[in-house]
């Protein structure tokens, strides 16, 4: 069975300084992953996701996040965070050929003046 | 275009009274999904449909049901409301097609809250 996890429930960080939010999967077949960011009062917005090819995806407002199949992990970094991106991010998985997503319980990414 | 709508914003249920949430989406998608979203737990797949007329369950249906009469619209009905339902509750959809494909476009959300 296919599960996503994001260890960390929250991440403090100073704006400018960079910051990394991890998440890993299990799954024995082969997967799509994507990272959403919910700002507050708001539905999903799609950040950037990895379907094939390069394992370096780059996404919106500077988001990037790379695939390592190995470790089975999809970190999502920036190498400096603004204020405006204090939100909840969200790892997700999908398989299958009706694009269900299974997600991770989310990073609250808080951005301190 | 709207993109995904859904509609009421917020709503507030006495236990065992009975609603339905409504989403509509106008790009054409032909998968559509509704997800329940609880504090620290993510989002959990409620029911999912593939096209008019078809649906199937997720992770989570119980107390729910879904009905896909055309394209645009699905909705999510709770027949008899529990405390437990209290929950935002969001619809997305997605094209199967190669532009674009697996990206899932979310509405809003519905605040329910059951007393």
């Known amino acids: 069975a296919q599960s996503v996890t994001q260890l960390d429930s929250q991440v403090p960080v100073f704006e400018e300084a960079p910051v990394e939010l991890r998440c890993n999967y299990s799954?024995?077949?082969?997967?799509?992953l994507f990272w959403y960011v919910q700002y507050p009062n708001q539905g999903l917005q799609l950040l950037l996701k990895?379907?094939?090819?390069?394992?370096l995806v780059k996404g919106i407002n500077g988001f990037e996040a790379e695939f390592n199949k190995s470790q089975t992990s999809f970190h999502l970094r920036k190498p400096s965070v603004h204020i405006s991106d204090t939100a909840e991010y969200f790892c997700?998985?999908?398989?299958?050929?009706?694009?269900?997503?299974?997600f991770g319980t989310g990073t609250l990414l808080a951005v301190q003046p | 275009n709207a993109g995904v709508t859904q509609t009421p914003k917020f709503r507030i249920l006495k236990i065992g009274q009975s609603m339905t949430l409504q989403c509509a989406q106008d790009?054409?998608?032909?998968?559509m999904y509704w997800y329940r979203q609880d504090p620290g737990m993510g989002l959990k797949l409620i029911y999912y449909?593939?096209?008019?007329?078809?649906?199937d369950k997720g992770e989570v249906p119980n107390g729910y049901n879904v009905s896909r009469s055309t394209t645009e619209d699905f909705p999510l009905r709770l027949e008899l409301a529990a405390p437990s339902q209290t929950s935002v509750y969001f619809c997305?959809?997605?094209?199967?097609?190669?532009?674009?494909?697996?990206?899932?476009?979310f509405g809003p959300g519905t605040r329910l809250t059951v007393l």
């Open positions: 997305a959809s997605s094209y199967s097609g190669t532009a674009d494909r697996d990206t899932q476009y």
């Open positions: 799954s024995s077949v082969s997967v799509y």
């Open positions: 990895y379907l094939s090819g390069s394992t």
């Open positions: 997700a998985v999908s398989y299958g050929a009706t694009n269900k997503l299974i």
């Open positions: 790009m054409n998608h032909n998968y």
């Open positions: 449909s593939v096209g008019a007329g078809i649906t």
